[in-house]
């Protein structure tokens, strides 16, 4: 049994594409396609009614590794204790990044809900890689506690033999598994092995995860009993499964920081079987994958395979042992820690004014950071997250099982911390990719990638074909032009707010003639379900109150629809402008009669304006497709031909600014309406001299959407019923008392979920402390390369 054969082979390739076996045929149809793994940062897990769920949504593409560029439909559903559907919401991503939040009003009963994130191409894939994260909802009522029924403690106690199986006559490596009844780790008293005749012959025990493992050499047909002694006086045995007398089993030694040894065995008694048989060791990890096949030889029971840890890619890999039919045996999972996976910021905090306090992030990096911080009380205990971004992304996508406390590997990070990480991986067994499906049932793609909402449109009258159709939306500041053919249209990937006005208008010879289509939209909701494995067995372990909630806030009542009211923003114009020879006008009803469009209103201010594209005598002011201002618009008298009006300068080009922005020509100015405008200011450039060729500016500033909700509807425009979920602005509820017990365990002082950081640099942002004396800033982000942060600081 001393007899081995070590391969050192340092330097061997990815295999990145189909090459000969049917191995690498199959892993490579199976992986073609990326997948998508979201995740979502909440600002707490605990919630009081009448507040908000606040949410950082961050898209990563497993095949870079990177923030998914090109994903932008995500749907984030909640569900009830029962796993029913309640609400859901389609956010949009730009980047891989966006934002949104859930309203906890009074339609909210129960007192536990789960959020979940997805998108219609990952329902493409066996593999759930969805966002699950159990949110709670505070409540002053009494509760009863299902698990007080029973009084007795119940343990599991698991062996998992390394690589899947035992193999007889030879040394194995046993991960030993001790858990609660809540799925919760044990940290035994002692742990003891006996062998079939009741011999002590070894000792164990479990980290604070309840993990741990033992190398046992396994004779033929004994059985082997482990005794869990824990501290409460319960012993736990279990005993060895049969070991196989023939085949093959597996070791992985992790501990060396550079190289990683895989170890694939066997005995006398499979030897002679085995010999001249070609078995494949194939390290992969869905992206790309390392190959290396032996041949056993006469004598030689043992196989060893360096690996240089340098050619492996950061984080989970996964070791599949093959024999000659290519069938898969033992597969075990590595953790191959790099520093290029996790980096850290600093966080800097100062007193600016009163209770205001000025928090300054630092970025180190050479690239971007996109970055969410949540900043709670710090005796606060309402943010229990299952996952971080860290875990999220480099565990979950790999793991099938639950992994109690996963950021514990990732923070702050130990030899300790990567052996007891180890342990959990051990003891974990096969990964999340099936084989069999692997082989024979490589992904379909059935459900389509989604970008935007695709919305298709028709008219109940004839409409000639290829005519121009102008289709705008101020609300959501989205304008194009399509044309239509056999009385249709379609709009392909826009990005429109649900709930929100849309208009449209058919362009004709002199001007745009507003029409009102059907209109049908693609998918915007996503029939969704919550695995029965994500639900607790447990509901009940919410925390109630001994003060009623309604005492909670100043004044809870308008919690169930909160009006937000900011400081009206100031109307910025370009530097260029000098302002003081700009006239203004606040729009109102008393300008000009209901209906009327901007161009009329410049028009009754006497700038009588001629669209650029007119067919009809320039003699009134188009000169090289510019519009002018007539000479009656200077205050000139007399009424000179168009040569004496440019030889004077009393012909000037409009420039035309709706937002600030430049808009070419006046088509958007026959279609919008005074209704829909707040403010317009006009005049010319030039300060000097009225005479100087200069061009005429008219800035135009549309209403905010809150305005525009008490608009009556016209006949060119309608309500978009579906469509993606508006990002609000992070607000907090008044708390009655900012030192009073509920605010300091379960309130929230501030949420930033866009503090995205340039690379090199700092960015700082003020915030109300709410009279805080110590507080957590938790951050959580990914950079451009995707390197992850995670991290929590006590200021």
Known sequence: MKKYITLLLLGFTFIANAQKSSIEDSYHRYFENTREIPFLHLNKTSFF???????????????????????????????????????????????????????????????TYYLKAATNWMKNFREDCAFVQKVDILSSEKRRDLAAKSTAKQYEFQILPE????????????????????????????????????????????????????????????????????????????????????????????????VLTVTVKTNKESLADLEHKEYTILIHNTRA???????????????????????????????????????????????????????????????????????????????????????????????????????????????????????????????????????LLITQGWSKYDWNEIFNAPPKTQFPFENGLRIKGSFNKDIADNQSLLVYSHDNRFITQTTVK????????????????????????????????????????????????????????????????????????????????????????????????????????????????????????????????????????????????????LGTSGSPDLSQRNQQGLNRPFRFFIDNVEIDGTWLLETTYLDEIDEIYYGNRSSANIGMNGSVQVYIYRKSPEQLTRVKNRKNSLIIQRGFAKAKEFYTPQFSSYMSDEFQKYGVIHWSPELHIDKATNKEFTIDSKLQESMIIQVQGISESGKLIYQKFAI
């Open 49 to 111: 009614p009448g507040e908000e769920i606040w949410f950082k949504a961050y898209m990563l593409e497993q095949n870079s590794q990177k923030l998914h560029k090109t994903s932008s439909n995500l749907y984030v559903s909640l569900f009830d204790e029962k796993g029913v559907l309640k609400s859901q919401q389609l956010i949009a991503l730009k980047n891989g990044l966006g934002k949104g939040s859930f309203k906890i009003d009074t339609s909210f009963k129960g007192k």
């Open 163 to 258: 690589g899947g199986h035992l193999l007889a006559n030879t040394i194995n490596n046993l991960g030993l598994v001790v858990k609660d009844k809540n799925n919760r780790g044990v940290v035994i008293e002692k742990g003891i092995i006996k062998d079939q005749d009741g011999h002590i012959i070894k000792t164990f025990s479990t980290n604070q995860f309840g993990l741990g493992n033992s190398v046992l050499f396994i004779k033929n047909t004994a059985q082997y009993t482990f005794e869990a002694h824990l501290s409460d006086g319960n012993i736990l045995t279990q005993r060895t499964a049969p070991a196989q007398l023939q085949g093959v089993n597996l070791r992985v030694t992790n501990s060396n920081s550079k």
């Open 289 to 423: 994958f390392k190959k290396q096949p032996f041949t056993f030889k006469k004598e030689k029971y043992r196989y060893s395979l360096l690996v240089n840890k340098s050619e492996l890619p950061a984080g989970i890999n996964i070791i599949t042992v093959f024999n000659e039919k290519n069938r898969p045996l033992l597969e075990r999972l590595v953790f191959v820690n790099k520093n290029s996976l996790i980096k850290n910021i600093a966080v800097n905090t100062t007193v600016k004014d009163g209770d205001s306090l000025k928090i300054n992030v630092t970025n180190p990096l050479k690239e971007k950071l996109y970055l969410s911080a949540s900043i709670l009380p710090s005796n606060h205990i309402g943010n229990k997250p299952k996952n971080s971004i860290i875990s999220s992304f480099l565990l979950k996508p790999y793991i099938k099982g639950q992994i109690q406390n996963p950021d514990y590997y990732f923070t702050n990070g130990s030899s300790k911390k990567l052996r007891d990480l180890d342990l």
């Open 486 to 633: 056999n009385n249709q249209f379609e709009l392909a990937e826009t990005y429109l707010l649900k709930n929100t006005r849309i208009n449209f208008a058919l362009k004709g010879k002199k001007k745009f003639k507003a029409v009102l289509p059907v209109l049908q939209f693609s998918k915007s909701v996503l029939p969704e379900r919550l695995a029965p494995e994500h639900l607790e067995t447990n509901p009940y372990t919410t925390t109630s109150f001994t003060a009623n909630i309604n005492d909670v806030f100043k004044d809870y009542e308008v919690l169930d629809e909160v009006l937000v009211r900011a400081k009206k923003e100031e109307k910025e114009l370009p530097n260029f402008v000098n302002q003081s020879f700009l006239k203004r006008n606040k729009v109102s009803n008393g300008i000009v009669g209901s209906g009327e469009t901007v161009l009329d209103f410049l028009n009754y201010k006497g700038f009588r304006i001629r669209r650029t594209d007119s067919n009809e005598d320039n003699s009134i002011g188009v000169v090289n497709g510019q519009v002018i201002a007539p000479y009656d618009a």
